[in-house]
């Protein structure tokens, strides 16, 4: 059986395009979002982020660091980060401007609060398909060691996702066996397009 997914992170494009990176490798139909205002990466305080709107090219977000302070972006792994990106897609895309594009049959998410954006967006849709879309919050903290981690968990659930003949019908089964190997607790919804 061959999916639609979605990955979706709030602003920074790490995690969500680790998971994207990975799967895409893999041969998945895989798309990547935020869901935040702005794409933000860190900057040289807390209080002084990279800030950037979504549709800029990571080409640019990449050189603008580069300029800024190539050993400050080197060293705190976002210069290594926007590569890959450049690596995968042009631009960081918006899942509230572009995802009703297209209809996924999974969606997954690295925080709660995306979780339920997502479920609110998908929920306050016309549903015209009444197709089903399974949600899953793989819970991942915003650094570049549990990206990585949280890449390949997102790989392996949806290798597993896509190797059932009936996802709708086995999900529970699925998210216990993943919960149980992994030791991770995941959140899941089946919703509809």
Known sequence: MK???AMVCSSNQNRSMEAHSLLKKEGFDVASYGT???VKLPGP???EPNVYDFGTPYKHMLEDLRRKDPELYRRNGILPMLKRNIGVKTAPQRWQE???DGIFD???TFEEKVFDMVLEDIHNRSHVY???VLIVNLEVKDNHE?????GRLALLLCQEIESTENWEEYVDEIIVNFERIHHRKLLYNISFY
């Open 3 to 5: 999916l639609r997914y």
């Open 36 to 38: 935040g205002q702005h």
């Open 45 to 47: 305080s807390l209080r």
């Open 98 to 100: 572009n995802a009703a």
């Open 106 to 108: 999974v969606v997954l």
């Open 130 to 132: 009444y197709k089903s």
């Open 146 to 150: 549990e990206a990585a981690i949280g």
